[in-house]
C-alpha cells in the first residue's frame, strides 16, 4: 500500500515538473517581445511613418530614428512637411529640421509660406525662414501684405505760430513691405515720424484756423516726406481723424512773463527799500552818537565851572550874569513857542450840525 501511494506520487512530480518550465520561457519570451516593441516603437514612430505613407510624402524610417536620437519630435517636422505637399511647396524634410534645430517656428513658417501661395506672394523658404528667425511674425507680415493694419496714433499736441494748441489724432494705413522686414524699423518709427511730421505742418502754419479749415493739409506734408523709409512697412495712406483746440499758449507765455517781471520789480524795490532802511539806521546811529557826545560835553560844564570858580578866573558876578543869559535865552524860546499858530485839525468827514 505505502508502495503504491510513493509510485503515483513519483510519477506525478515528474509529469509536472517539464509543464512549469514551458509556461515559464513562454512568460520570459513574451515580455521580452512587449519590451522590444516598446522600444522599437519608442523610437520608431510607426503611426506617423503610416499617416505620412498614406498622405504621399515619403519619409524614411531612418530619418525619424534620427530625429528621436537628435531629440527631435517627429511630429513638429512631419506634419508641416505633410500641410506644404499637399499645398504643392517645394520643402525637403532636411530644411525643416535645420531651422527647427535654429530655434525657428516650422508651424509658422509653412503657415505664412500656404498664405503667401494663395496670395500670389513671391516668398521661397529662405527668407521666410530668416524673417522667423528674425524675430518677426512671419505669419502676420503675410496677412497685413493681403490686408492692410490701421495704425491709430496718440494725441500729438502742436502750436501754430499765433500761439494756439491743437491736438491732432491721425490714422496710419500700412502695409507689410517683405522685402525690408528682416532690418526694417517697427510701428513705433511710424508713429514717431508721423507725430513729427504733425508738429512740423502745424508749427509751420500762421494760424490755427488754417489747419482747421484744411486738416488734409497735415496728410499731404507727412505723406510728401517719404516717412515710411527704412521701416518694415509701406504707408498707404494718413487720416486726421480729430484735431481739438487746446490751450493759447502764446497768452500763457506772456502772462508768465509778465508775473516774472512783477516778481523782478518787487525784489528790486524790496532790495532799494532795504537799503534805505539801512541807511537811515546808519543815520539814526550817527545821531544818537552825537547826542551822546553833546550830552558828554554838557556833563563837564558844571566840572569847569567849579573850577574856574575855585581858581579865581570867574567870579561870583559873572555866573550870576552867565545864567541871567540863560534865563533870559530861554524866556525868548518860550515866548517864540507860543507865538508860533498850530496846525488845523483834521477834517473828519462828518456834516457841521
Known amino acids: 500500500?505505502?508502495?503504491?501511494?510513493?509510485?503515483?506520487?513519483?510519477?506525478?512530480?515528474?509529469?509536472?515538473?517539464?509543464?512549469?518550465?514551458?509556461?515559464?520561457?513562454?512568460?520570459?519570451?513574451?515580455?521580452?517581445?512587449v519590451a522590444l516593441l516598446t522600444v522599437f516603437l519608442r523610437f520608431v514612430p510607426v503611426g506617423l511613418w503610416i499617416?505620412?505613407?498614406?498622405?504621399?510624402?515619403?519619409?524614411?524610417?531612418?530619418?525619424?530614428?534620427?530625429?528621436?536620437?537628435?531629440r527631435i519630435q517627429p511630429k513638429r517636422l512631419v506634419e508641416p512637411l505633410i500641410r506644404a505637399r499637399k499645398a504643392g511647396l517645394e520643402v525637403t524634410l532636411p530644411?525643416?529640421?535645420?531651422?527647427?534645430?535654429?530655434?525657428?517656428?516650422?508651424?509658422?513658417?509653412?503657415?505664412?509660406?500656404?498664405?503667401?501661395?494663395?496670395?500670389n506672394i513671391e516668398m521661397p523658404f529662405e527668407k521666410a525662414s530668416a524673417i522667423d528667425l528674425a524675430g518677426r511674425d512671419v505669419l502676420q507680415a503675410v496677412q497685413m501684405s493681403v490686408t492692410p493694419k490701421v495704425i491709430e496714433t496718440p494725441v500729438v499736441a502742436a502750436i501754430a505760430k499765433d500761439g494756439i494748441e491743437l491736438r491732432a489724432k491721425a490714422r496710419v494705413t500700412v502695409r507689410t513691405n517683405i522685402e525690408r522686414l528682416v532690418g526694417g524699423a517697427g510701428e513705433e518709427t511710424i508713429i514717431?515720424?508721423?507725430?513729427?511730421?504733425?508738429?512740423?505742418?502745424?508749427?509751420?502754419?500762421?494760424?490755427?484756423?488754417?489747419?482747421?479749415?484744411?486738416?488734409?493739409?497735415?496728410?499731404?506734408?507727412?505723406?510728401?516726406?517719404?516717412?515710411?523709409a527704412g521701416t518694415a512697412y509701406e504707408i498707404l495712406?494718413?487720416?486726421?481723424?480729430?484735431?481739438?483746440?487746446?490751450?493759447?499758449?502764446?497768452?500763457?507765455?506772456?502772462?508768465?512773463?509778465?508775473?516774472?517781471?512783477?516778481?523782478?520789480a518787487q525784489a528790486r524795490a524790496e532790495e532799494r527799500r532795504a537799503m534805505a532802511v539801512a541807511r537811515e539806521q546808519e543815520?539814526?546811529?550817527?545821531?544818537?552818537?552825537?547826542?551822546?557826545?553833546?550830552?558828554?560835553?554838557?556833563a563837564e560844564v558844571p566840572?569847569?565851572?567849579?573850577?574856574?570858580?575855585?581858581?579865581?578866573?570867574?567870579?561870583?558876578?559873572?555866573y550870576y550874569q552867565m545864567k541871567?543869559?540863560?534865563?533870559?535865552?530861554?524866556?525868548?524860546e518860550g515866548i517864540g513857542k507860543a507865538a508860533t499858530p498850530s496846525a488845523p485839525p483834521a477834517e473828519t468827514g462828518k456834516p457841521n450840525k
Open 1 to 33: 500500500m505505502v508502495a503504491s501511494l510513493l509510485a503515483s506520487t513519483y510519477s506525478t512530480t515528474y509529469i509536472e515538473q517539464p509543464q512549469v518550465s514551458v509556461i515559464l520561457w513562454v512568460v520570459i519570451v513574451v515580455l521580452a517581445v
Open 51 to 70: 499617416t505620412s505613407m498614406a498622405a504621399g510624402v515619403h519619409v524614411s524610417i531612418s530619418s525619424l530614428i534620427g530625429m528621436r536620437l537628435r
Open 95 to 119: 530644411k525643416l529640421e535645420t531651422h527647427y534645430l535654429a530655434g525657428g517656428n516650422v508651424d509658422r513658417v509653412i503657415n505664412a509660406l500656404i498664405a503667401a501661395q494663395r496670395s
Open 192 to 228: 514717431a515720424r508721423v507725430g513729427e511730421g504733425i508738429v512740423t505742418t502745424v508749427g509751420s502754419s500762421a494760424t490755427h484756423k488754417q489747419v482747421l479749415e484744411n486738416p488734409d493739409l497735415i496728410s499731404q506734408t507727412v505723406l510728401s516726406k517719404g516717412l515710411d
Open 237 to 264: 495712406s494718413i487720416d486726421i481723424a480729430d484735431v481739438d483746440v487746446g490751450r493759447n499758449i502764446g497768452a500763457q507765455l506772456q502772462m508768465d512773463q509778465a508775473e516774472a517781471d512783477r516778481h523782478i
Open 283 to 298: 543815520m539814526k546811529a550817527s545821531v544818537q552818537e552825537m547826542r551822546a557826545r553833546v550830552v558828554e560835553a554838557e
Open 303 to 318: 566840572k569847569a565851572l567849579a573850577a574856574a570858580l575855585r581858581e579865581g578866573r570867574m567870579g561870583a558876578m559873572d
Open 324 to 332: 541871567n543869559m540863560m534865563a533870559d535865552t530861554d524866556m525868548r
